[in-house]
C-alpha cells in the first residue's frame, strides 16, 4: 500500500474524527478515507455504464439485473 499525506479543512477533518471516533463504524482515518474512495470509484464506473447505455440506446442487462449488480457491489 503506498502511504500519502493529505491537507483537510478542519470541518472534514471532525467529520472524519467523529466518523472514528463516535461511530465506531472505522478503526482509523485511512480505513474511513479508503472506503469513500473505494464508493467513488464504484459510483464512477455505475455513472460510466449508465452514460454508455443512454449513449447507445441499447441496454444488454435488464433493470433487475442491473440493480442486483449495483446492490451486490455496494456491499462488497
Keep these: ?28 482515518k485511512s480505513k474511513l478515507i479508503n472506503d469513500l474512495v473505494r464508493q467513488a470509484r464504484r459510483i464512477e464506473e455505475i455513472n460510466k455504464k449508465l452514460g454508455a447505455s443512454e449513449n447507445s440506446g441499447l441496454v444488454e442487462q435488464s433493470p433487475e439485473d442491473m440493480l442486483k449488480e449495483f446492490k451486490y457491489r455496494i456491499k462488497r
Excluded at 483537510?8 to 471516533?21: P, S
Design 1 to 28: 500500500m503506498s502511504r500519502q499525506s493529505i491537507t483537510l479543512t478542519d470541518k472534514n477533518d471532525a467529520w472524519l474524527r467523529y466518523q472514528v471516533e463516535e461511530t465506531g463504524e472505522y478503526n482509523t
